[in-house]
């Protein structure tokens, strides 16, 4: 997953920050920040579905 990506998606979901605070914190607009958080869960997601179809091995 690209950088960004995880950034967002940790600050998000670990670190409990809204897409306001995550976007000052990167240099960038909310939307943008939320667009990083969609595209990080939707590329986690297709991870754990390859992962499960091949028994675990992503």
Known sequence: MPEKQRLVVAYRYLGGL????????????????RHAAADG????????DAGSATGGKP
């Open 18 to 33: 809204d897409y306001r605070q995550i976007s000052q914190i990167l240099s960038g607009t909310p939307e943008a920040a």
């Open 41 to 48: 869960i939707s590329n986690l997601r297709r991870r754990m």
